[in-house]
């Protein structure tokens, strides 16, 4: 079992137990988990906050990012930024990595910028 959410401008609290959250085209704050199963964003902009017990955690960021919080503790995080961003972003995982895609070099468990 899994959800989508689109074209909204602000989503204060998706909680999933098991499956997979995704979340796209959202310009306002966003606040998503899953226990068992994957967290993915696409192209969010505002306060974004996503997090996973057990998975995968994503985000393409927008250029109206204010800040970012991606966590998951057996899983990885993945985050693409636009070119040009100005935002808080923490990061953090127990049992995976951090990918930043386009715009920052991180080699870590955990990140704060």
Same mark, same amino acid.
């Given at each position: 079992?899994?959800?989508?959410?689109?074209?909204?401008?602000?989503?204060?609290?998706?909680?999933?137990? $098991?499956?997979? *959250?995704? !979340?796209?085209?959202?310009?306002?704050?966003?606040?998503?988990?899953?226990? #068992?199963?994957?967290?993915?964003?696409?192209?969010?902009?505002?306060?974004?906050?996503?997090?996973?017990? #057990?998975?995968?955690?994503?985000?393409?960021?927008?250029?109206?990012?204010?800040? !970012?919080?991606? #966590?998951?503790? $057996?899983?990885?995080?993945?985050?693409?930024?636009?070119?040009? &961003?100005?935002?808080? *972003?923490?990061?953090?995982?127990?049992?995976?990595?951090?990918?930043?895609?386009?715009?920052?070099?991180?080699?870590?468990?955990? &990140?704060?910028?």
């Amino acid at each position: 079992m899994g959800g989508r959410v689109l074209d909204c401008t602000r989503i204060d609290d998706v909680e999933l137990v $098991n499956g997979d *959250i995704s !979340i796209s085209d959202v310009r306002g704050d966003v606040d998503a988990s899953s226990v #068992n199963g994957t967290v993915e964003g696409e192209r969010l902009g505002g306060d974004v906050a996503l997090s996973a017990v #057990n998975g995968t955690v994503s985000l393409q960021a927008t250029s109206d990012v204010k800040s !970012i919080r991606l #966590n998951s503790v $057996n899983g990885g995080v993945v985050l693409v930024l636009p070119k040009k &961003f100005d935002a808080s *972003i923490q990061a953090g995982t127990v049992h995976g990595s951090i990918r930043a895609v386009k715009g920052l070099d991180v080699d870590a468990t955990t &990140f704060s910028g």
